[in-house]
């Protein structure tokens, strides 16, 4: 059984024809109304849950532990092996370890917050939802004295050189509902005395990261590699260790946070011995997906095509004549989650209601099409497209899908 839930009209492969995806400015607005006459092969451009990698079928979940304990020796095996294989295949260091935790990113950040923050002051750098929900939670849930907020608006990234390395500093990698990542680890003090608590979910596997320069990186199997979700991955340095097994906060810790007991890591959870239970169909989707990831040359083999499909993108971009990025400086560009805005200066004269509604019925039309589903921006964030560019998207399916996004601008813009 394919992973798609809905074939593609056409399922022909053809690169998409070059003149459309590189559509000159000037080009008459006639010409947009012609639909292009291919189709991407695989329509999912979801930020999440991300697209199967390609040729994924149900096939690859037949060697899963079903039926059986988490706790058998088959079950911990199979949970340390995606331990394991995701150390390896990030090149992460030996001294840091890796647990599978329950509740997804969500989760995995959450207990790294409320286990270790409190001890020193605490710096938070938030762009987008959900830099700005974990901001929230350090000021409203955790009730922290200490806390100093950097914000900036969607498309920008605050000034990162404010951070203060004696504090804790909180901050997502990649703002998945901006495209707005930061551009390197060069900000974060190598000497540093308080913790990089990252969130990493739309990142790792598609950026390089200097695990060094982090102490706590969170991500979660449904992103980059495009495994089934629920689970959330947790990687401490030896200082988040420390901080564990030397600080206890004045707070109340719901068992799912607990990562230390009596003063001691429980360091069972970074070996495959998870606090509650996973689901074995999912461990089994996550190891096809770091297999598949080996299979293809590893971790650079996966950041090459995640740039390659930003690469299609920003060529795209520059000769649109309506479309532009949201993160205008391309070096803080995302390369997984590519959220473009409509620039067109027609559109730009429409109300704020008028403007998401035709953003709205622009991702509709190719839903309908079965051209891209969930291109829609999120929820909280401008009014414009969001397309994912992790590693699990083809290339030639985005090259595909930028004349579509013409055709589709040409309709809805027919209804101004
Ligand atoms: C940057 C970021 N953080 C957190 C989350 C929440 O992740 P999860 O649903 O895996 O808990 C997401 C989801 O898209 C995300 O993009």
């Not at 079903?66 to 390896?88: C, N």
């Not at 409203?140 to 100093?148: E, F, G, S």
Request: aromatic share 8%; charged share 25%.
């Amino acid at each position: 059984m394919q992973a798609a839930p809905r074939k593609p009209d056409i399922v022909v492969r053809k690169r998409a024809d070059r003149s459309l995806a590189r559509f000159p400015k000037t080009q008459t607005e006639e010409f947009i109304n012609v639909k292009p006459s291919s189709k991407p092969i695989n329509p999912c451009f979801s930020s999440g849950p991300c697209a199967k990698r390609p040729g994924w079928t149900l096939d690859a979940l037949q060697g899963a532990a079903v039926g059986r304990s988490h706790r058998s020796k088959i079950g911990k095996a199979k949970l340390a092996e995606v331990i394991g294989q995701s150390k390896k295949l990030l090149a992460m260091s030996d001294d840091y370890i890796l647990g599978v935790v329950p509740a997804s990113d969500t989760g995995a950040v959450e207990m790294a917050m409320w286990s270790m923050l409190g001890e020193r002051p605490v710096d938070v750098f938030a762009w987008e939802s959900f830099g700005s929900g974990w901001s929230g939670d350090l000021k409203n849930q955790l009730k922290l004295k200490d806390l100093r907020v950097f914000k900036a608006d969607y498309g920008r990234i605050p000034d990162l050189c404010q951070a203060d390395w004696t504090h804790d500093v909180v901050f997502t990698w990649n703002g998945t509902t901006s495209g707005v990542r930061v551009p390197n680890g060069d900000w974060i003090a190598a000497d540093r005395q308080g913790l990089a608590i990252c969130d990493a979910t739309s990142a790792v596997f598609a950026m390089d990261i200097p695990w060094n320069k982090l102490d706590v990186i969170t991500w979660s199997w449904q992103k980059v590699l495009g495994g089934e979700a629920g689970h959330g991955m947790l990687a401490l340095s030896p200082r988040a260790v420390k901080r564990l097994e030397s600080f206890a906060p004045d707070r109340p810790l719901p068992k799912i946070f607990q990562m230390s007991k009596g003063g001691k890591l429980s360091a069972g959870i970074f070996q495959g011995e998870t606090i509650n239970t996973p689901s074995m169909l999912c461990v089994e989707d996550a190891l096809d997906g770091l297999k598949w990831a080996g299979s293809i040359g590893g971790l650079s083999a996966l950041i090459a095509r995640s740039q390659a499909n930003l690469k299609a993108i920003e060529d795209w971009v520059a000769q649109s004549n309506w479309a532009g990025f949201l993160a205008e400086d391309p070096s803080i560009r995302s390369s997984t989650s590519i959220c473009l805005k409509i620039t067109d200066p027609a559109y730009a004269a429409l109300s704020a209601d008028d403007q998401a509604k035709h953003a709205k019925s622009l991702v509709s039309l190719l839903d309908k099409e079965n051209v891209a589903y969930d291109i829609g921006s999120y929820r909280d964030a401008p009014a414009g497209i969001r397309i994912w560019g992790g590693a699990t998207v083809e290339t030639a399916d985005i090259e595909s899908l930028l004349p579509w996004l013409d055709w589709a601008y040409g309709q809805v813009k027919a209804a101004f």
